[in-house]
T-cell receptor, first 110, second 123 residues
């Protein structure tokens, strides 16, 4: 049972826009910024979005993040086959004094 | 180019110990906090432990508290995880991750990850 709640799966066709949600609480998302990670099959996670909505250098602007109160979302527009991966949200949790992750969302490009 | 290379994983019996290492390069190691994050086979990511730039702030997940010890040697650009009293549920791929800030908590996160070191706990 993850502290941050994500849907286990999401899907879309090439060119579509998909969103992945991440629900937390006041001790994590409600108080701290959210990061998103992309994990392609068989590889290490990669930082995709930091500080709620910032993209590291090299991440396409098709990826965007947002946060409101105790929830966050990752949006992927112009879906491409190479976007098929697992996506995780993460934040610091002050009550647990530790980092918490969502359970991950497996994105399938149909 | 930031590089994080983990080593030290392997097969270990329940109750025994193992020490993971992470060799860092491509950035000023002693400016940043570092973390261990693990992923059990077919499962999601779980933060294990983190250490601030000067080792002054250290944290552990409840699942490993009292059994695992994180440390760093800034002179050697290296991060370590001493794992004692290993259990079957500790079996996972252990990633070394660089923090984007110095303290290991708050409004930062993990901006670079190694490829992982596999720990198998089995009799």
């Amino acid at each position: 049972q993850s502290v941050l709640t994500q849907p286990p799966s999401a899907s879309g066709t090439p060119g579509q826009r998909v969103t992945i949600s991440c629900y937390g609480s006041g001790s994590n998302i409600g108080s701290f910024t959210v990061n998103w990670y992309q994990q392609l099959p068989g590889t290490a996670p990669k930082l995709l979005i930091y500080s709620n909505n910032q993209r590291p250098s090299g991440v396409p602007d098709r990826f965007s993040g947002s946060k409101s109160d105790t929830s966050a979302s990752l949006a992927i527009s112009g879906l491409q086959s190479e976007d098929e991966a697992d996506y995780y949200c993460a934040a610091w949790d002050d009550s647990l004094s530790g980092w918490v992750f969502g359970g991950g969302t497996k994105l399938t490009v149909l | 180019e930031v590089q994080l290379v983990e080593s030290g994983g392997g097969l270990v019996q329940p109750g025994r110990s193992l020490r993971l290492s992470c060799a860092a390069s491509g950035f000023t190691f002693d400016d940043y906090a570092m973390h261990w994050v693990r992923q059990a086979p077919g499962k999601g990511l779980e933060w294990v432990s983190g250490i601030s730039w000067n080792s002054g702030n250290i944290g552990y997940a409840d699942s490993v508290k009292g059994r695992f010890t994180i440390s760093r040697d800034n002179a050697k650009n290296s991060l370590y995880l001493q794992m004692n009293s290993l259990r079957a549920e500790d079996m996972a791929l252990y990633y070394c991750a660089k923090d984007s800030g110095p303290f290991g908590y708050g409004d930062y996160g993990f901006d670079y990850w190694g490829q992982g070191s596999l720990v198998t706990v089995s009799s």
